[in-house]
Structure formats: structure tokens, C-alpha cells
């Protein structure tokens, strides 16, 4: 039996025309001017059927976008899930290693590890827990944080 193809995650901050930093109240914003645009009781009777079907793709889409982008639950799982696909994008991943081989830095409270570039891979106390993926600071190479279970 196939695996199941992964559906292919949408970039829901740019069907809203907005991005990451885009605050909550200005995304609900966006949202309903887009969501009124292209609500399909607003369009006229006379636009060819492929565009009104383009519409009713586009509506459900940033309908979709608000569902996840403004519950601050969905949102924040969606955030992680970015940051971890940019990673992975960045560069291979170096080394797997568990929190314990990081070094603890008790100014900022964070661990951090040395990157053979001479960077530095650094992850907060309170991000430990959920990150997978540190970045160096410095080249593009990328650990992987083991959790213990
Ligand atoms: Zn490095």
C-alpha cells in the first residue's frame, strides 16, 4: 500500500495578504475585506462560470486562512510548523543531539551549543520544549533537538 501524499500546506498569511508579522486585529482586518470581495452572493451575473468557481476556491481559502490564523491555538501550531519547514530549508541537519549535550546559559536562560563554523546554535528555555529544528546563527546548518519522552 502507498503512503498517503501529504496535502500541500498553504501559505495561509499570504492568501490573507498579510505575513507572520501581521498582527491578530489587522489579519481580521484583511480577512473580512477579502471575505466580503469574494463572497459569491457579491458577484455580478454576468461573470463567466470558471471565474465564479475561481471565487468560490478563493473564498473557501480565506475562509480557511482565518480558521487557522485567528485562533491563537491553530495559529501557534501553524507558526512552529513554519519555522520547522524554513529550517528545513535552510541547510542539512548537522547532528542530532538531546538537550543535555547543549551547554546552559543561566544570563539569558538558554541552552546553546558550538558550531563547528565557529556559530552558535542557541534555543530559550521556554522553546526547548517545542522546537525541533535550531539554526547556527551564523552558516546554514541545523541540528536537531532530540526530546527525551
Ligand atoms: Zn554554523
Redesign the pocket.
Known sequence: MMAFEQIPRKDWYSILGADPFTSVSDLKEKYQKLILMYHPDKQSADVPAGAVEECIQKFIEIDQAWKILGNEQTKKEYDLQRHEDDLRNIGPV?ARICLEDMSWNKDDCSYFLS???????SVSKDEAKDVNLIS??????VIELLHST
Not at 115 to 121: A, L, N, V
Open positions: 548537522d558550531c563547528r563554523c565557529g556559530g552558535k546554535y547556527c546563527d551564523t552558516c546554514s546548518l
